[in-house]
């Protein structure tokens, strides 16, 4: 290391010791921060620790100094993230289930140590312990990047499609000659639901729906040289907070603009469901009227029957009708 060199470094040095070790609950003292300085090779003394702290806070890093007797102490309090901001980062990437426990800890690792090594020790001591079945798999990330990139690119993407069976082994899905089928479609977005990531896709086959495929169950996930999206898909990009509302639980089905009327008491899975921005008017037996956009599917049947009579389809009568098939298929088949 040449003589200048350490005094080069010096600044980064102290900025990032400050960052990592410091907080307002634990300063650090001129003397030790010198003393640290020292031991990594970078020669240092209180009068010049103090004209380096000047120059850092002149360059806006803000390090707060505080002095108790003849001794000042410094550390960092203006950090990018809060305590309560990385907690909730943490507990997020620790309820997921499509990162491996392996992984999950080192991104937990990784977040912790935002808030400097005294917070960082706090936030996993008080880490929620979620009963969430983690995946042994992590490849589900490197898809991620991949989707995104085609995304931001408007380009098609191409990948194998998997199912397990009852041993956890992967079975492809196939075409009619038997062969792994290699998708190629137009990803719209990325949606994370119940613990698990799902991609949207435009569907060419069916105008104006889509196809959802579950992350974890992509395989050899790549971006398509050379490709472009239509002009469609591109539109339900530019669309996609106020489309992916209508995706009901990642099931496929028409996009349809429903009436339902339901009873006080659900005012909370209404608004849990469909958004706190939806507009609710009275109706007949201190009843209530929404109007709500749905992707009319047997899940989105399954939400509104666990209401029994408590809610209704009121408009418009296709659902109506297709609910009550719906309902009297399940019926029939449980008397065979």
């Known amino acids: 290391m040449t003589k200048d060199k350490p005094q080069k470094i010096k600044l980064l040095t102290i900025m990032d010791y400050l960052q990592r070790e410091t907080d307002e609950g634990h300063p650090v003292s001129r003397q030790t921060l010198c003393r640290k300085l020292n031991e990594m090779g970078i020669p240092s003394n209180p009068r010049t620790l ?3 702290i000047g120059v850092l806070n002149d360059a806006g890093y803000e390090i707060m100094e505080e002095q108790v007797g003849r001794e000042k102490f410094y550390y960092v309090e203006d ?28 991104i937990v690792d990784k977040i912790a140590s935002l808030g400097g090594i005294h917070q960082a020790e706090l936030l996993k001591k008080n880490m929620v312990c979620f009963n969430t079945r983690k995946h042994k798999d992590s490849r589900a990330l490197f898809a991620v990047d991949a989707i995104e990139e085609a995304i931001s690119r408007k380009q098609m993407i191409r990948f194998n499609y998997f199912d397990l069976n009852e041993n956890r082994e992967r079975v492809y899905r196939t075409t009619d000659e038997g062969e792994i089928k290699t998708y190629c479609i137009e990803p719209v977005a990325l949606v994370f639901y119940e613990d698990n990531y799902y991609l949207v896709a435009y569907s060419k086959k069916h105008a104006g729906t889509t196809a959802n495929y579950r ?12 490709s472009e999206i239509s002009k469609e898909a591109i539109q339900k990009i530019n669309q996609v907070a106020k489309y992916t509302k209508q995706a009901f639980k990642m099931y496929n089905g028409e996009a349809q603009t429903v009436v339902l009327e339901f009873e006080r008491p659900l005012i909370g899975p209404v608004y849990d469901k469909f958004g706190e921005e939806i507009r ?57």
């Not at 909730?88 to 080192?106: K, L, N, P």
């Not at 992350?215 to 050379?226: H, K, L, W």
């Not at 599917?297 to 939400?303: I, Y």
Request: no cysteine; hydrophobic share 40%; charged share 25%.
């Open 50 to 52: 103090s004209l380096d």
């Open 79 to 106: 950090r990018n993230f809060s305590v309560p901001e990385l907690k909730v980062m943490i507990d997020a990437i620790e309820a997921v289930s499509f990162i491996s426990e392996e992984r999950t800890g080192e």
């Open 215 to 226: 992350i974890d169950r992509m395989a050899q996930v790549e971006v398509v040289p050379g």
């Open 280 to 336: 609710m008017m009275p109706s007949a037996n201190d009843r209530l009227l929404a109007t709500v956009d749905v992707q009319v599917s047997p899940t989105f049947f399954g939400w509104l029957a666990q209401f029994g009579s408590k809610m209704r389809v009121v408009t418009p009568e296709s659902v109506k009708d297709q609910y009550r098939a719906h309902i009297e298929k399940i019926l029939q088949g449980s008397e065979e």
